[in-house]
Each structure stands twice: as C-alpha cells, then as structure tokens.
C-alpha cells in the first residue's frame, strides 16, 4: 500500500504548483529507498558529455526527496553530472542537509516538528474524545 506521508507530500507539491501550469509536476516513487533515489536521478541526470546530445531530461529544474537523505544522494547524483543548477530540497531538517544548505548542495530542507506533529494530534484525539467534533483532513 501507498504510504499516507508520500500521497500527502505528493499532493501538496500538487497543490502548490497548480497556480504554474507551466510546471509539470512529474512523480518518481522511490519508496523512501535513497539508493533507488540516486539511480533514479543518475537515469534523469546522466554526465554531460560536451558534444553529444544527453539521454537525460534538461529540463529537469528541481527534484523534492521526501527525506534529507534521498535529498543529499540527489544532490550528490546532479553535481557529479554537471548538473549543479538543479534545485534539490529534501525533508527532516536533518544536521548534515542544514549544512548542504549552508555549503549550497541542498536548496532546502523541510524541518519536521514531530513533537509538535504528536501535541496536534494528541490534542485532535482529546477532543474527539470529548465528543467535539474535529475537522477530518
């Protein structure tokens, strides 16, 4: 089965994006697995070879990992094959993808509150317990 994170990071790049139709969203599923994610962007990316025409997707602009470190081997895939103008963004907020932010190997990294990701939920339960009625999303 799908993982309810991925849909729900999945369907919020959607939503985001949908104000820029001149953006295709495209969508490789690497299962949280970052050696599947390298060999992905490697197949998207391949070396620039001056002169000959890439197999690759040029117009590839931006890749968003749904961890840090699915982020960081993307990274590591898009620099060893010239191609350090694609924008990679990640998510845990981890120490080492703060400071691939800082060094300008990551665009971005998405920090994870779960404490307060549990007090929110903690909270919802509380009051559905009560009998309130909680908003479902």
Avoid at 4 to 32: H, Q, S, T, Y
Avoid at 113 to 130: E, Q
Wanted: proline share 6%; no cysteine.
């Amino acid at each position: 089965p799908e993982d309810p994170a991925a849909v729900e990071r999945e369907r919020g790049l959607r939503v985001g994006f949908a104000d820029f139709p001149d953006i295709d969203v495209v969508v490789e599923n690497a299962g949280w697995d970052a050696l599947l994610a390298a060999d992905i962007a490697a197949e998207r990316m391949p070396p620039i070879d001056p002169g000959t025409p890439t197999a690759g997707d040029a117009e590839l602009v931006a890749v968003v990992a749904a961890t840090d470190e699915m982020a960081l081997v993307v990274s590591d895939v898009a620099r060893a094959a010239g191609r350090e103008e694609v924008l990679v963004v990640g998510f845990g907020g981890a120490a080492d993808a703060v400071a691939a932010v800082e060094d300008g190997a990551l665009a971005a990294t998405v920090a994870e509150d779960p404490a307060a990701i549990g007090r929110v939920g903690l909270s919802v339960l509380v009051r559905h317990l009560d009998g309130e009625a909680v908003e479902r999303n």
